[in-house]
């Protein structure tokens, strides 16, 4: 079965400790990306990967850091979470970017 | 840079009544449209895209959505809702830079829909 898989699904974490939040997508889509939801804002984009160890900046990466060193994975760091950045993340994947996205079911962050 | 906007925060609407769920995007070129749907607690399902061609696009769960380059408009419709269309919708446009070498995915704000019995 096609999809994306996000681990874990829940998190509540204290300021300061570093996370990963890990994004597999078994399609082998080139391009991925992470969003973050929040009320009212929609889907931001974290960081996009157009390939292997081809990564960028979307529209919120402070605080954020992403690798792509496999096709399939494409994991989230937050090296030093921080309350702003509790929120509802999700990874996505796609054959190019214009072209549907999979989503992950999300993961849901909470920063205290 | 290219924006999506949905006016409506969160509209209501009877079980069989229809639907449309306005989005406007400001962009440059030809733009790649998207509908998505959110379920509660679930990731985004693709409803349907425009790419180029026909104007009027049919997606899954009886939807459509009709892209008018005059008012830079994509809006998405349905004759008869359903309760299980109560989700949350978002509207997306692809932007894909030659010379900056970009491509993204850009979200409206998102509609949530809300069914009366």
């Known amino acids: 079965e096609a999809q994306v898989t996000q681990n874990p699904r829940y998190l509540i974490t204290v300021t300061g400790k570093k996370l990963t939040v890990t994004c597999s997508q078994n399609m082998n889509h080139e391009y991925m990306s992470w969003y973050r939801q929040d009320p009212g804002l929609g889907l931001r984009q974290i960081y996009y990967s157009m390939n292997v160890e081809v990564t960028d900046k979307g529209d919120v990466p402070e605080g954020y850091k992403v690798s792509r060193k496999e096709k399939r994975n494409f994991p989230l760091i937050l090296e030093s979470p921080s309350p702003n950045q509790t929120s509802l993340y999700f990874c996505a994947s796609s054959l190019r970017v214009n072209t549907e996205a999979f989503f992950g079911q999300g993961t849901r962050l909470t920063v205290v | 840079a290219q924006s999506v906007t949905q006016p409506d925060i969160h509209i209501t609407v009877s079980e069989g009544a229809s639907l449309e769920l306005r989005c406007n995007y400001s962009y440059g070129a030809t733009p790649y449209l998207f509908w998505y749907v959110q379920s509660p607690g679930q990731g985004l399902q693709l409803l349907l895209k425009y790419f180029s061609g026909d104007t009027l696009v049919q997606g899954i769960k009886g939807f459509e959505a009709e892209f008018k380059r005059s008012q830079s408009s994509f809006n998405l419709r349905k004759p008869s809702v359903h309760w299980s269309d109560a989700a949350e919708y978002f509207c997306?446009?692809?932007?894909?830079?030659?010379?900056?070498?970009?491509?993204?995915?850009?979200f409206g704000q998102g509609t949530r829909l809300t069914i009366n019995p």
């Open positions: 997306a446009v692809g932007e894909s830079s030659i010379i900056q070498g970009a491509q993204k995915l850009v």
